[in-house]
């Protein structure tokens, strides 16, 4: 990314991380229409790797880094999708909080978020794990 797009791609932010009710959540910081993508510049969006679970829990790691893709990172079908530049430059949309109720949908089981309604500026974003993400860890009431 050159200066020049860098400085067109502000005009698509929509949000950023901050703190919540849950912690560390993402935020509008502007209105956003119904059917925006926020997360549409995340470099690089889609590009994932697949990790067998059962190749990460016999990896040999600290247990507390294989909880950042535990914690972060969708599981399907046994499958952990990654990305595929590494766990420490995670973009914002893996930061969303679970809610039964949520104001993003997703609708290819965690490839994209779009915003489900008009959302404000200062709500905090959330997705529904059980939409795309199997495992009970997430599983939420």
Same mark, same amino acid.
């Given at each position: 990314m050159n200066k020049k797009s860098f400085l067109l791609a502000l005009r698509d932010v929509y949000c950023r991380l901050g703190v919540t009710k849950?912690? &560390?959540?993402?935020?509008? $910081?502007?209105?956003? @229409? +119904?059917?925006?993508?926020?997360?549409?510049?995340?470099? *690089?969006?889609?590009?994932?790797?697949?990790?067998?679970?059962?190749?990460?829990?016999?990896?040999?790691?600290?247990?507390?880094?294989k909880d950042l893709v535990r914690d972060f990172c969708a599981l399907?079908?046994?499958?952990?999708? &990654?990305?595929?530049?590494? $766990?420490?430059?995670? @973009? +914002?949309?893996?930061?969303?909080?679970?809610?039964?109720? *949520?104001?993003?949908?997703?609708?290819d089981k965690g490839e994209t978020f779009l915003a489900a309604r008009d959302i404000k500026e200062g709500e905090e974003l959330t997705a529904d794990y059980d939409t795309y993400h199997e495992t009970e860890h997430f599983k939420r009431k």
């Open positions: 849950h912690g &560390v959540g993402v935020i509008a $910081i502007r209105d956003m @229409p +119904k059917g925006t993508d926020p997360f549409k510049n995340s470099d *690089p969006h889609g590009s994932v790797l697949k990790i067998p679970k059962n190749e990460l829990d016999e990896f040999d790691a600290p247990e507390k880094a399907q079908n046994d499958i952990y999708f &990654v990305p595929d530049y590494g $766990i420490d430059a995670i @973009p +914002k949309f893996y930061f969303l909080n679970h809610s039964k109720q *949520p104001n993003m949908t997703t609708p």
